[in-house]
T-cell receptor
């Protein structure tokens, strides 16, 4: 069975641009969460979607948005990119809403120049 | 005070030794706890959940101390392949599924 898949794996953007990151959860998993991980820090929670509804939002500006599709895949959008948005963006899926356990994709490494 | 704190390390440990590290959390109402392992430039992977009664999985033992608000991870007979960053994860509230992650403790096992 395929695990959590994310695309693209690497991305280079310039300040002010926008970016869309994609995630496909493990088959049967209905919850998708997005995390931002800056080098040397733990993942920071951005969003959780369950059954296509936003169930949680971390402390990120409105430039960050996401959605979940009927097939449970998800997109993370970031507008007006800043240099500080450079990070590894991780998508995680779980069967239920309680995040037990989380299964992560390989991540998308975003570099903003 | 950070919600979840870990000693960043690195812990340099000879192969075969036993190593332990702790993670403290600030919210006394926290309900569930986990240890994840993250290899360099890879995604985190669940190592083990931490139960109130403590739990063991092979060479790994996790403990929860609610009174002092910390969880611990003990690795016995360490292997070179145990070298990684170990992330402590806390779910602060049942009604909020946002997980809080520590910054991780880096472990280096030396031959």
């Amino acid at each position: 069975d395929a695990g959590v898949t994310q695309s693209p794996t690497h991305l280079i953007k310039t300040r002010g641009q926008h970016v869309t990151l994609r995630c496909s959860p493990i088959s049967g998993h209905k919850s998708v969460s997005w995390y931002q991980q800056v080098l040397g820090q733990g993942p920071q929670f951005i969003f959780q979607y369950y059954e296509k509804e936003e169930r949680g939002r971390g402390n990120f500006p409105d430039r960050f948005s996401a959605r979940q599709f009927p097939n449970y895949s998800s997109e993370l959008n970031v507008n007006a990119l800043l240099l500080g948005d450079s990070a590894l963006y991780l998508c995680a899926s779980s069967f239920g809403q309680d995040n037990s356990p989380l299964h992560f994709g390989n991540g998308t490494r975003l570099t903003v120049t | 005070r950070k919600e979840v704190e870990q000693d960043p390390g690195p812990f340099n440990v000879p192969e075969g030794a036993t190593v332990a590290f702790n993670c403290t959390y600030s919210n006394s109402a926290s309900q569930s706890f986990f240890w994840y392992r993250q290899d360099c430039r890879k995604e985190p992977k669940l190592l083990m959940s931490v139960y109130s009664s403590g739990n063991e999985d092979g060479r790994f033992t996790a403990q929860l101390n609610r009174a002092s608000q910390y969880i611990s991870l003990l690795i016995r007979d360490s292997k070179l392949s145990d070298s990684a960053t170990y992330l402590c994860v806390v779910n602060p509230l049942l009604s909020n599924y946002q997980l809080i992650w520590g910054a991780g403790t880096k472990l280096i096992i030396k031959p």
